[in-house]
């Protein structure tokens, strides 16, 4: 059973930086492009990153491209976000999941917890 778990969240100031991690587990993790999304209050759910399996590719959302990076590594079964110069329209819970590159949408039944990221002075 597919499986993921985000992890990093927090309170950050404007213009701080967090990393998030998703742990993958009950697929075969190396054959998936995952991706990360988001969603604000009283907003739908948006996608705003994804990797291929091989990381020789991203796609990143306008509203993260140049502040966000996304990386994996195969061996850990594990996702990362680098979110650098955070800005309060960056609140919102975090979520991963397998995605479609191009059109940064999801490919999954089910969402995890996800994690919180809170960023305000």
């Known amino acids: 059973q597919l499986q993921l778990v985000e992890s990093g969240g927090g309170l950050v100031q404007p213009g701080g930086s967090l990393r998030l991690s998703c742990a993958a587990s009950g697929f075969t993790f190396d054959y998936y492009a995952i991706g990360w999304f988001r969603q604000a209050p009283g907003k739908e759910r948006e996608g705003i990153s994804c990797?291929?399996?091989?990381?020789?590719?991203?796609n990143y959302a306008d509203s993260v491209k140049g502040r966000f990076t996304i990386s994996r590594d195969n061996a850990k079964n594990t996702v990362y976000l680098q979110m650098n110069s955070l800005k309060p329209e960056d609140t919102a819970v975090y979520y991963c999941a397998p995605c479609a590159m191009t059109t940064l949408t999801p490919n999954v039944r089910s969402w995890g917890q996800g994690t919180q990221v809170t960023v305000s002075s």
């Open positions: 990797i291929n399996s091989s990381s020789g590719r991203t």
